[in-house]
């Protein structure tokens, strides 16, 4: 006997609200009633580019592969030299891996994250030189097999590093088409136009090229495997769009003519559709992902580091931001900070030290209780209502400490050595104080307290001053500061010895104050490269083995501020510091992580 949802179908819920956003049983096509507002409703899937964490190394006419959240971005061309630099991306931000064997742009591409194949290019010295080398990635590193058959530029590539296709190019322009199985390159049927610097996306069996140049097309081709067949043409002739997909769903992102080109295509297996344009018109990026789910990056003009990614999804992404909070009363650097981003503190600083202390409610700053003893550079552990300030410089080098109460501050016990500009981490009853400087040099020395007293713990392998930290006293992250060139160099300590992780992604010091978190999903932010004075707005994120970039960068650029230690990875704050005109400044800024929300829309049936 048939059930009445059989017959009838499913019943259209009536609401007097929108269904909750990008709930769990969030469905596109999800249908609903709202009865406050008299319509019928739904999700509906949107074309939409956000905005992603820049590239390490700003280049153009790379080659790019991958996913959305596994993607791999090589080679490209930098200023004045081509670029051997491996970075890879991991749908938040972007790390650096092994270089190519020969540096090189305007390379084929294609593969995995884990398993790539760069194929064939150009270098600038001697002008116009092409390469012929193929080079196959572990994941780790690359390694030079079978050269291709032409060697040129403009190639393109796709499918795996067990089976490619690799086709047109320049000099001289041709429509060349080769195929790898794994172990050498054969020729095969060419491209009905010859071309270079051209679309792609497909397998080695199923492929598509469009556009490209000599001059700027608009035709569209595709690979069966063994001939490629003319389609239909897209909406304007360009070359070097970024490029993901396969070859009966594709995006075509960017381009040139002209060089800011921001209109996107998409192809369906039939025929192309102007979409969502880019925020940023460019060309000669690098692509990966799929016609829901891509990311493009880099490109000229100005071989930029800019990524975006792509999503024809019901939910849409706000990428993580740094935003201005409320003011502090008095300007400084090298102050001691803790606590969270809705309730922090700013203890002493710099210039002249201070005894001034401020606390956040995640709005306004209010003076409370000095400290007893005038200093800067020392690290603050713990919250509010239950702090520890250790070390710093009076007139020299201290190795006092306080402890606050949410009222007033005590004199504690000293550390078994003066000690300023270090690292901090834990709490009041349980801190950690690492590195740093005492009056001659710098020093690799961590001390831990137990709420009473200071003993001596383990040494860090690479003595610094200006390094940030963050995390607990058994489980802590030290990074960056300086050596006393900007260091790059991370530490994490287990409550008996540092072992040495995977470094920045850039170098820094004035450091102090710049990190929060945990030792697993760490923030560093800020800081200088040196000389003194120069500052950076950049973010970096840790995830427990790799550093990666943010896509939140500082509304202010700034050094030697301080941070709200115990704050998360998705929710921190730093205030104060020194700007890059040498200056003091009273500016608070504050971190909000990734969010996402699905879009209702009304149906109308008109």
């Known amino acids: 006997m048939a059930t009445y949802r059989e017959i009838k179908g499913l019943k259209v819920p009536v609401l007097d609200s929108d269904l909750p956003s990008a709930s769990a049983s969030t469905q596109q096509g999800q249908i609903w009633y709202n009865s406050a507002t008299g319509k019928l409703r739904a999700f509906v899937a949107f074309d939409t580019w956000a905005t992603g964490a820049p590239m390490i190394t700003g280049r153009a006419n790379l080659a790019g592969c991958g996913t959305q959240t596994a993607g791999l971005g090589f080679g490209g061309y930098k200023t004045g030299a081509s670029a051997v630099e491996t970075e890879e991306y991991n749908g938040s931000g972007w790390s650096e891996s092994g270089d190519l064997n020969t540096a090189r742009y305007k390379l084929g591409g294609c593969g995995t994250q884990t398993a790539g194949l760069a194929v064939s290019g150009r270098v600038p010295s001697p002008a116009g030189t092409t390469v012929e080398a193929t080079e196959t990635y572990d994941g780790s590193a690359w390694t030079e097999i079978a050269d291709v058959n032409t060697d040129r530029f403009g190639i393109r590539a796709v499918g795996t590093t067990g089976a490619a296709l690799a086709f047109a190019g320049h000099p001289p322009t041709t429509g060349k088409t080769e195929l790898w199985n794994g172990t050498a390159w054969t020729e095969v049927a060419d491209l009905g136009t010859a071309r270079y610097n051209v679309g792609f996306a497909g397998i080695s069996t199923a492929a598509l090229a469009w556009g490209g140049v000599d001059p700027a097309k608009n035709v569209s081709e595709t690979w069966d495997g063994t001939s490629w067949t003319e389609g239909n043409n897209l909406n304007e002739s360009k070359h070097g769009s970024g490029c993901f997909g396969i070859s009966t769903a594709a995006i075509s992102a960017g381009g040139s003519p002209p060089d800011s080109n921001a209109n996107v295509e998409n192809y369906d297996g039939s025929s192309w559709t ?206 960056g500061g300086s050596v006393p060139a900007a260091s790059n160099t991370s530490e994490e300590y287990d409550g008996t010895s540092w072992a040495e992780g995977n470094n920045l992604n850039t170098a820094l010091k004035s450091l102090v104050g710049s990190g929060f978190g945990t030792q697993d999903a760490a923030v560093r932010t800020g800081g200088s490269p040196g000389p003194a004075g120069n500052s950076v707005a950049t973010t970096e994120i840790y995830d427990g083995t790799s550093w990666y970039t943010s896509s939140a960068t500082l509304g202010t650029a700034c050094y030697s501020h301080a941070d709200a230690g115990s704050s998360t990875s998705t929710a921190g704050l730093i205030a104060a510091g020194g700007n890059t005109s040498g200056s003091v400044i009273t500016t608070t800024q504050e971190l909000a992580g990734v969010t996402t929300a699905a879009e209702a829309a009304d149906i109308d049936f008109d």
């Open 274 to 479: 102007e979409i969502t344009n880019l925020g940023t018109g460019r060309y000669a990026s690098g692509g990966a992902g799929t016609s829901s789910a891509g990311v493009i990056s880099g490109g000229n003009p100005g071989m930029v580091t800019t990524t975006e990614e792509f999503n024809k999804a019901i939910v849409t992404y706000t990428p993580a931001a740094w935003a201005t909070g409320g003011a502090l009363n008095t300007g400084r650097r090298n102050a001691g900070g803790l606590g969270t981003q809705s309730a922090a503190m700013v203890i002493g600083g710099y210039p002249a030290p201070k005894v001034i202390v401020e606390e956040y409610d995640g709005s306004a700053w209010t003076e409370v209780a000095d400290i007893n003893v005038q200093r800067y550079g020392g690290a603050g552990h713990g919250t509010n209502e239950a702090a520890l300030l250790s070390g710093g410089v009076t007139t020299a080098t201290v190795n006092s400490s306080e402890e606050f109460d949410g009222s007033s501050w005590t004199e504690g016990n000293n550390m078994p050595a003066v000690k300023a500009n270090h690292m901090s981490a834990g709490t009041q009853t349980s801190a950690l104080a690492g590195l740093g400087e005492n009056a001659t040099a710098n020093i690799a020395t961590a001390f831990e307290y137990d709420g009473t007293n200071w003993a001596d713990g383990g040494t860090a392998n690479t003595a610094r001053s200006q390094c940030a930290g963050c995390g607990t006293q058994t489980a802590a992250i030290a990074f």
